[in-house]
């Protein structure tokens, strides 16, 4: 058995002290090693986990996310078209339930047979991690030496792998007094361009634009491309959870989510997430045009439900329901003035400028520009 604090605290000297994941019992020590003694994020799902990691990887953490194999399936969008491209150096640890030959639960079977596999397929570097405390320090070097070239390098751990960590303390936040402001009018409905442009306009020496999947992240970057704007090209969903990987580790910097319904709706979790981790340099922008407009328009369910209700249920400090382009520049300014996690939807037309270009820029490249800009 590995000793869990003595693992804990070299990968502390190492540099690794930000961890997320979702709870696996074979990496529960490690995990209750993490909460007592490093700074953890408990994610809603282990894709939502990644993207965590990534954000504060943009921030200069070496991040470490923990999962059970069962949820490798659910981080197989950041993984590979998130992490990939962007080339983050992620530390992961994969539990292995379901081992061929070990006694488990039928759930569990056939993924036991396949993560290994499943993680070549990923291209991501990959050991057992040892029973034997001196080569499970060697295989830690290793690991550093992969993540040193810019790749994610996971760990497979098998049961009865850490000693026994007791859980000392688990924070629990009450949720404090919110501001919630609801649909008052009708829309003026600008175009995502509009919307964009105006917040680029605001932006200051301290802002950073994170934009979502498609057509979003494609006319900031047409607008004009700049040092502080991250193009989210693939893992759909995932850029509220990179926003908060990255304000939680830069808190001297504005962090702006630019999310569209389809992408928010594919990763809802994240907005419990975000709410409970509470970042006041975080604001987060819903470009609603109730559609999937970045694949041909096609609608989504966004209209049958509330948003800002939800965002302020989930725990946002301030959640508005935005009309105008106006009051769009007044919130941004009122967050700017008086920083609390805030969450604004806008409702905007489908379409798209035309033509329309792709960031010329390669997403590691975005990266390692970005990466400079924050530090
Ligand atoms: C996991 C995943 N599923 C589907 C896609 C394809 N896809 C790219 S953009 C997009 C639509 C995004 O819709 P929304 O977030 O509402 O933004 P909009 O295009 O309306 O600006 C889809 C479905 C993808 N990139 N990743």
Redesign the pocket.
Same mark, same amino acid.
Request: no cysteine; net charge neutral.
């Given at each position: 058995m590995i000793p869990t604090g003595q693992f804990g605290a070299e990968l502390h000297r190492l540099g690794f002290d930000f961890y997320t994941g979702v709870p696996c019992s074979y990496l529960k020590d490690l995990i209750n090693y993490a909460i007592n003694d490093c700074e953890y994020i408990g994610a809603a799902n282990e894709g939502d986990a990644v993207a965590i990691a990534a954000g504060a990887s943009l921030a200069g953490k070496k991040p470490v996310v923990l999962m059970q194999n069962s949820g490798l399936g659910n981080a197989v969008?950041p993984l590979t078209s998130l992490v990939h491209p962007f080339q983050f150096p992620l530390l992961g640890f994969v539990s292995l339930r379901g081992e061929p030959g070990i006694p488990d639960e039928p759930q569990h079977e056939l993924m036991g047979q396949i993560t290994t596999s499943m993680l070549d397929l990923m291209q991501i570097e990959w050991h057992y991690l040892s029973l034997d405390w001196g080569e499970a320090g060697r295989q830690l070097q290793h690991a550093v030496r992969v993540m040193d070239l810019n790749r994610p390098f996971f760990f497979v751990v098998r049961k009865g792998t850490f000693d026994r960590q007791e859980l000392r303390k688990q924070d629990s936040i009450p949720l404090s007094n919110r501001t919630v402001r609801g649909k008052q009018r009708s829309d003026q409905l600008p175009s995502?361009y509009e919307a964009l442009s105006l917040l680029h306009a605001q932006r200051n020496s301290s802002s950073i634009y994170l934009a979502?999947?498609?057509?979003?992240g494609r006319e900031l970057y047409d607008l004009t491309d700049h040092a502080g704007n991250f193009y989210m090209v693939?893992s759909?969903g995932c850029v509220g959870s990179i926003g908060l990987g990255l304000a939680l580790s830069q808190l001297q910097k504005e962090i702006v989510v630019i999310d569209?319904?389809? =992408?928010l709706l594919?990763r809802m979790g994240a907005l419990a997430t975000i709410g409970r981790y509470g970042p006041s340099n975080l604001l987060h922008i819903l470009l609603d045009?109730n =559609?999937?407009?970045?694949?041909g328009g096609q609608k989504?369910v966004s209209n049958h439900l509330d948003f800002v209700q939800i965002a302020s249920a989930c725990g946002y400090a301030r959640s508005l329901y935005i009309h105008d382009l106006n009051e769009l520049e007044d919130a941004v300014r009122e967050w700017r003035n008086a920083p609390s996690l805030t969450f604004i939807q806008l409702k905007i037309t489908t379409g798209s400028k035309v033509p329309l270009g792709r960031p010329s820029i390669r997403p590691f490249e975005v990266k390692e520009r970005l990466m400079l800009y924050i530090t």
């Open positions: 969008s995502r979502t999947t498609g057509k979003t693939g759909m569209g319904d389809g =992408a594919m045009n =559609a999937h407009d970045s694949t989504t």
